[in-house]
Nanobody
Framework: QAQVMESGGGLVQEGGSLRLSCAAS???????????MGWFRQAPGKEREAVAV???????DNADSVKGRFTISRDNAKHTLYLQMNSLKPEDTAMYYC?????????????????WGQGTQVTVYS
């Protein structure tokens, strides 16, 4: 059974940066290299939304709200997913979730992802 666990959240001032990590376990090296991985977030009172996703071949897709500020990347050898967040804004405040999809195809639809972490909180203050 695959599991993913996020880390790296915290409290940061507007304009600052944070780097989130997501470690996957219970997946073979070959299997992980085939998975599409993604970052999603959910703010209080709002629906969960996609932030950025990355396919096994490095193809990415980002939400318009984070383009130019957030960068998703992955290290298949370490079974780890990253999200570099720069120029953070108060509206980026949310619980950030890592998710894995047993497919090579990139999609921003949360319903297409099978494995989810418990989340890491990001709070941006002005």
């Amino acid at each position: 059974q695959a599991q993913v666990m996020e880390s790296g959240g915290g409290l940061v001032q507007e304009g600052g940066s944070l780097r989130l990590s997501c470690a996957a376990s219970g997946i073979s090296a070959f299997g992980y290299s085939l998975y599409c991985m993604g970052w999603f977030r959910q703010a209080p009172g709002k629906e969960r939304e996609a932030v950025a996703v990355i396919a096994s071949d490095g193809t990415t897709d980002n939400a318009d709200s984070v383009k130019g500020r957030f960068t998703i990347s992955r290290d298949n050898a370490k079974h780890t997913l990253y999200l570099q967040m720069n120029s953070l804004k108060p509206e980026d405040t949310a619980m950030y979730y890592c998710a894995a999809r047993t497919s090579r195809v990139v999609t921003l639809a949360a319903s297409d992802y099978t494995y989810w972490g418990q989340g890491t909180q990001v709070t941006v203050y002005s």
